[in-house]
């Protein structure tokens, strides 16, 4: 808030805020739809000023009046016309008003964390007085209560935004504009304004909004994909991991991902991992593909794997990922289980997901971005007729494992193609790991004869979905890329994308999947399922600042020790177990 009227919590004098409140119309539409947008998604990701809280603490039986403690000293409370008198106060106001309800003292965050007292404690909780000083989250709070009160609080904004009318007994930015229950009144305040109106001024209108990744300001919306970004990092490693199955090379970028809580600890036999993760109170990160068979954890396990939008360079070639998932299901490449995104492509959308997806849709579609993001060479000009894109893959793949039917080979895969489509023109693209000659999956010139009308290493798959009419493929992510960009697709195994709607699918696709579209897809595949990291700043970051770095090629390389290493290992392909 930078306020060259005054201060938004001092109640002596107008604000910038207060008088955005008294004069503004509101009748700009946009600014109202954006309102009640962020504020269903704030509710939805329970994002709140300290967003500390744990969600997986229990919740007070509902019904319960909620009295809200702030931190003794507060400029608030003071500047509200105030004091810790007024706490007092309010909670005797609170039992009068409420005789047959519960009473539930919620202590500051601050209060909690041990640095502020309160004017609340222990020796106020009695009778039907309770006091909660665990960080349950306010908006688990707030849709359970029955009715609220504050001095000067942001939680009274908070409730406000959940549909209540607090009581308020000093006088806050929010109170006087015919939303709250005013103690003391403020004269001049007396327009009645709506919810999204008063989340307009405070929110939108009032503050200015700073971009930490890419060091510039920003709108609102910026900053909610942010911290729902850094909130997902936080809840999920908060209590720490012990890692296993991860190779020497990943362990730095698993450290900046997973570590900036509590530092990873490593342990490579996944039975002691576990264990060790229960005698600490760790949870357990296993990378995917190193899941030992009949493997049950005790401890809360995250099965870890590369994201969908991942770099630009391979990763056989050790150029680190800018995102990876995380699965306490399964993992998305083996349909034999459910997984975490299938749980997510089946949900409905949250707030404004619909709209997000499309928007990160058409910047694919307009930046040309994809997996990898490797140099490619142009196209050669095309044989004319009906063009089918044949994807190779890495034929020891956990995704042709796991998730393959009976074609499972790259070989196998252009035969049935040709013999579905024998006047087709078949366009081969090997796999970039395979072409390196890191994994395996090459065919030999001899059999692609009269299966493969071309073979293009070295073309950008996506000026390639540009140019056929569809693709056949076993479970590679060039189908997903596809759907994207509104080519059809064949499945003849069972990747995540196939079984809902989408694709035509030859493969044993699972029958609990149903039908999607493919904004819910991309939603649940690009937004909620990853996690991405910003190599740049160095901090968890929304899927829209990936793009940047994508779009851009503003990503640190790897090293010459990652480069030297990756050359010696095409070198040694054969014992490629030892890194992989």
Not at 307 to 326: D, I, K, M, Y
């Amino acid at each position: 808030m930078i306020d060259p009227v005054g201060l938004h919590f001092d109640s002596s004098a107008p604000s910038r805020v207060e008088q955005i409140l008294s004069t503004n119309d509101f009748q700009n539409s946009n600014i109202l739809i954006r309102s009640a947008t962020a504020i269903s998604r704030l509710k939805h990701l329970h994002l709140s000023k300290y967003n500390i809280h744990d969600l997986s603490l229990p919740i007070p039986e509902p019904g319960f009046v909620l009295v809200v403690d702030q931190t003794r000293g507060d400029a608030s409370i003071q500047r509200g016309q105030a004091s810790g008198a007024t706490f007092q106060s309010m909670l005797q106001a609170a039992l009068t008003e409420h005789p047959d309800k519960r009473i539930l003292l919620r202590a500051h965050p601050e209060t909690i964390a041990g640095h502020r007292p309160g004017h609340f404690g222990p020796a106020d909780a009695t009778g039907r007085v309770t006091l909660l000083s665990t960080p349950v989250s306010p908006h688990h709070l707030l849709a359970a209560a029955a009715d609220v009160y504050t001095v000067t609080s942001q939680l009274g904004f908070e409730a406000i935004l959940h549909g209540h009318r607090p009581r308020v007994f000093g006088q806050p930015f929010y109170a006087g504009w015919g939303l709250t229950r005013d103690e003391q009144p403020l004269p001049r305040r007396t327009r009645q304004l709506t919810p999204e109106q008063l989340f307009a001024a405070a929110m939108i209108l009032g503050p200015l909004w700073y971009d930490p990744c890419r060091d510039r300001l920003c709108d609102l919306e910026d900053v909610i994909d942010q911290l729902e970004a850094e909130t997902r990092a936080f809840r999920e490693d908060r209590h720490g991991h012990v890692a296993t199955g991860m190779r020497l090379w990943k362990r730095p970028r698993l450290q900046a991902f997973f570590g900036r809580t509590r530092a990873l600890q490593f342990q490579d036999d996944p039975a002691q991992a576990d264990t060790q993760a229960q005698a600490t109170g760790r949870g357990l990160l296993i990378w995917a593909g190193k899941e030992p068979d009949g493997f049950h954890p005790t401890a809360p396990c995250l099965r870890v794997e590369d994201g969908f939008l991942r770099s630009r360079g391979l990763g056989a070639e050790l150029v680190p990922p800018l995102s990876l998932v995380t699965d306490d299901l399964g993992i998305y490449y083996d349909p034999s289980r459910p997984s975490r995104l299938e749980t997510l492509i089946a949900a409905p959308l949250p707030p404004g997901g619909a709209e997000r997806a499309e928007r990160l849709l058409t910047r694919l579609r307009a930046e040309g971005l994809s997996k990898y993001n490797l140099a490619a060479q142009p196209l050669p000009p095309l044989p004319t007729g009906h063009r089918i894109l044949v994807p190779g893959q890495v034929e020891d793949d956990a995704s042709i494992r796991k998730g393959a039917g009976p074609v499972r080979t790259n070989l196998d895969l252009l035969r049935a193609t040709r013999k579905a489509h024998p006047q087709a023109v078949l366009i081969y693209k090997p796999h970039p790991d395979v072409v390196a000659g890191l994994r395996p999956g090459a065919i030999p010139a001899t059999d692609l004869a009269g299966l493969a009308d071309l073979v293009l290493p070295d073309a950008d798959p996506v000026r390639l979905l540009a140019a056929v009419q569809e693709v056949w493929t076993m479970t590679s992510l060039l189908g997903f890329e596809a759907l994207v960009r509104g080519v059809p697709v064949t499945c003849l195994g069972a990747p995540f994308y196939a079984g809902w709607g989408l694709t035509r699918d030859l493969g044993p696709v699972p029958d609990r999947r149903g039908q999607a579209d493919l904004t819910r897809l991309a939603h649940a595949a690009l937004i909620a399922y990853p996690r991405y990291w910003d190599p740049v700043s160095r901090r968890p970051c929304p899927p829209e600042v990936a793009l940047d770095r994508l779009a851009s090629g503003a990503i640190p390389h790897p090293g010459s020790l990652n480069r030297l290493v990756s050359r010696l290992q095409g070198r040694l392909a054969g014992f490629a177990h030892l890194w992989r």
